[in-house]
């Protein structure tokens, strides 16, 4: 029997070191450090197996398709797939940044919802049977999609939106706020908040693919929420340590082999939440 695999991207440091960590403690099997950095990655690894763990690496830059292409050739050739996936690089500004917000729109949506997209493109089909993929958004994720014009609520809840129109109100989103004319549109004014209602919502339309095309394979898709975490992304003041941030999304991760639900929802503190 092929050895099973965890792929954990954005993870040499914060929430996803932590999701690392737990995963190499109850997962059975072989557990992937990914980062842009290999430097960083492997002193990452280094320091895990000081620390008793068996960790993995394998150098991952979601922004690069070519890194994601390399990447999936390898997990296919070596594993013949994934076994768990956790979505969970990304960026944010700082509250107090200068940075333009058009910029800062561009720049976020690129990573977090663009990226994310293309991970999701080139790696969802390695997913095998009785896999689980975890995509990390957050809970602004939710309260920006309540700031949004009812349009825009409507057609991010709903149950027809396309993986391509998705996109389209992403780069929608964008190109107005080049013209400072996002808030007209019905936008918030929250660039990494539109990013993670991306996230949100593309989660629940690949689940919904996956029940479509592989509903045998038991597959479980999820968006989750681990909370505000003292991170360097987040901050300090936050509430939550990296290893409480990581709870819900391992918890998902780790869905028994038997479970059918939560699929394609948003989760929070180990609870599906409504969108």
Known sequence: MSTKVAVVTGSNKGIGLAIVKELCQKFQGDVYVTSRDTGRGKA???TLVSEGLKPMFHQLDINDLDSIKTAAKYFQEKYGGVDI????????????????????????LKTNYFATRDMLTHFLALVKPGGRVVNVSSFVSARALNQ???????????????????????????????????????????????????????????????????????????????????????????????????????????????????????????????W
């Open 85 to 108: 996936l956790v979505n969970n690089a990304g960026i944010a500004f700082k509250g107090a940044d200068t940075t333009a917000f058009a910029i800062q729109a561009e720049v976020t």
């Open 44 to 46: 990452t690894v280094e």
């Open 148 to 274: 949004c014009s009812p349009a825009l609520q409507e057609r991010f809840r709903s149950e027809d939106l396309s993986e391509e129109e998705l996109s389209e109100l992403m780069e929608r989103f964008v190109a107005q706020t080049q013209k400072d004319e996002h808030s007209q549109g019905g936008w918030p004014n929250t660039a990494y908040g539109v990013s993670k209602i991306g996230v949100t919502a593309l989660s629940l339309i690949l689940a919904r693919q996956l029940s479509k095309e592989r509903p045998g394979d038991k597959i479980l898709l999820n968006a989750c929420c681990p909370g505000w975490v003292r991170t360097d992304m987040a901050g300090d003041k936050a509430p939550k340590s990296p290893e409480e941030g990581a709870e819900t999304p391992v918890y998902l991760a780790l869905l028994p082999p038997d479970a059918t639900q939560p699929h394609g929802k948003f989760v929070s503190d180990k609870e599906v939440q409504s």
